[in-house]
Structures are given as C-alpha cells and as structure tokens.
C-alpha cells in the first residue's frame, strides 16, 4: 500500500495491535513516543524488529507534535495517546484534561498547519456516556461524562467534530466502549483479574480484592476494534462510529468465567473492597454498533468468553515463566 502513518500512544495496548495490523497491510509506521527514564516498549519488541520507527515527542508539546508529522509525512494519523487510567482522573484531572483533552486539539492544529489532507482518527470512548441517557448507546446518544476522564474525552470528541466542520478536515472519531486483551495494563480490572487468577493459579497470592462486583460493561476484544479504526479512515466521507458488541457483562461475570478457566472456586478468593469504587460509578454502558455494521461492515470476532480466557491462558504463561525464571 505504501501508505505512511503516525500513531500516538504507540506503547499502550491499542497502539501495539493496531501498529502490528497496519505493518501487516504493508504501511510504514511510526509511532510517537513520550520521552522516560524507564522501558516503555515491552508490547513493540516484534514490532520494532520488524520496522516500526519511534519519533520522540508528546501531546502537551504542539511543537514536537508539528516535527513528528514533518518527519513522518503520514497519510494517516492515530490519536490513541491519552491519561487513560480512569480512576487515576480524579488524582490527576489538570493532567487528564491537558493530555486527554487539550493534546487533541494540539495534533489537529498541527496536522492543519502541516498537511490539511492527512486523515485523522480520534480515539473517543464510551466513559462519554457516563450516567446513560438511553440504552444501548448509539452516535445519537447525549454525553454525560462522570470522571474527568470522560469529560476530557468529551471535549476531544467534539474538538475534532468542530475541525472537520471548521477546517474539512478528514477528521473522525471511534466511540469504543471496552476493549481489552493480554495486552492490558495490569492497573485495568480486566488484567487484574486475570493477572490475578494466574497468581492464586500458582500459590503465589490467595485472595483478589476487587470493587463493585455488579458494575457492567460492553467488553470485546482491543484486536477486533483497530481493524474498526482503519476502516473509519478508509471512507469516503468522515463519520463518527459507536464500536461495541452489543454485549455486556457484569464484573461478576467476568471473575467467574476467569477462575473456572483456571479450575479455581472464585468465591473463595474474591473480596469485595469498597476502596475500589468509584466516586461516581457508570453502572451500565452497552453499545449500538449497528452503523459501523453497516457501514463498514466491522463485526467483532472475538466473543466475551473467549477474551477472558484467552487472557487467563496469557496471565497463567507469563506467571510460570517468573517463577522459572526466579522473579517471583
């Protein structure tokens, strides 16, 4: 395809499958990598083997945002990088709202004044939602954010919105509900189940405590969502996309599915922490991905199942490798 591509937050979870996804069709692909005095690229080891080139810079700075565009000339560009830990919002919302929110606006001034034809993608999420107006949850659905997080998002949401209509810029953004994969940051309630079901798995832990237990969530599978990414960009015209399963799921749910993977009793090593709740809880978020159905013809493959056990498999791997290797 010879198609070139910038994407921030490159080291995270998303930023890995979709960097492995676009190499696969043949882009040339750089990521934009915050500058840190510790190992940020455990997820692109294969990836940087096989090409991926790291551009330093970061979504504060709109300077090194303009060189990283003037050094990559993308055809396309992937705005994944965000403060995306959403408890860690209310410790953190200037930051929060700086990265998450501001830093959008800063890529898409700078793809303005650089190259007004790169086609831009704004990773927007279903925190935006927040206190649900309707279920499921369409592109029509009104926002009601409850954590800075979700607000920031809003704001990037609409910011790129305003771009496209002020600027016709090619500008869309994916409104992704849950996604997850072995990939996951262990500090998500997906990864620390699993993560944790492979340490009671080895004796090396014996209780999991967890927050609300009856929390739901459209849950798929982060491997499935990228391809639902690059599709937006490959339209005609620049829409925004609900993309979900459909599907939710309590945390309940998940913890059950995840000990039974490991022939474990969940109840006699969950604990229910009430430290672990949100000061302003999102009880039920279900997405309507109809359109992206229909449109981009985008369908998850994954099921909820078999995400939650793939990662339990993935979790009880790494766990024995540390202890064969001594580490735990």
């Known amino acids: 395809m010879n198609k070139k591509t910038l994407i921030t937050g490159i080291t995270g979870q ?57 050094i990559s000339t993308p055809d396309e560009v992937y705005n994944l990088g965000a403060q995306s830990f959403v408890p860690a919002s209310w410790d953190q919302p200037v930051l929060t709202g700086e990265v998450t929110g501001l830093g959008v606006t800063k890529m898409l001034e700078a793809i303005r004044l650089v190259n007004p034809k790169i086609r831009f993608y704004q990773a927007s999420s279903s925190e935006m939602f927040g206190k649900v107006k309707e279920t499921p949850q369409s592109e029509s659905t009104p926002f009601y954010p409850r954590s ?58 014996k209780e999991l405590r967890l927050g609300n237990l009856e929390a739901k969530r459209d849950w798929g599978f982060a491997g499935d969502y990228v391809r639902a990414m690059w599709l937006m960009l490959q339209q005609e015209t620049p829409e925004d996309y609900v993309i979900a399963t459909g599907e ?73 490798d540390l202890i064969k290797w001594g580490k735990i």
């Open 248 to 320: 939710t799921n309590t945390v309940k749910r998940m913890v059950e599915i995840a000990f039974a993977r490991a022939g474990l009793d969940w109840e006699k090593h969950v604990v229910v922490d009430p430290k672990f709740y949100r000061p302003a809880e999102v009880q039920l978020l279900q997405g309507d991905s109809s359109k992206a159905r229909r449109v981009l013809g985008w369908e998850p493959e994954v099921d909820f199942g078999g995400l939650i056990e793939m990662m339990v498999d993935a979790d009880i791997e790494r766990v024995n």
């Open 148 to 205: 800075p997080y979700g607000v920031a998002k809003v704001y990037g949401h609409w910011i790129t919105i305003n771009y496209r209509e002020s600027y016709d810029l090619f500008a869309v953004s994916g409104i992704l509900f849950n996604h997850e994969s072995p990939r996951r940051g262990l500090e998500f309630v997906t990864r620390k189940v699993t993560r944790g079901v492979a340490m009671i798995k080895a004796g090396r832990q």
């Open 14 to 70: 998303d930023g890995s499958y979709l960097a492995e996804f676009l190499m696969e069709k043949g882009y040339r692909v750089f990521g934009l990598q915050r500058r840190s005095s510790t190992i940020t690229t455990e997820r692109l080891e294969h990836l940087l083997q096989g090409g991926l080139e790291l551009i330093s810079g970061d979504l504060i700075d709109q300077n090194s945002l303009i060189k990283a565009l003037e």
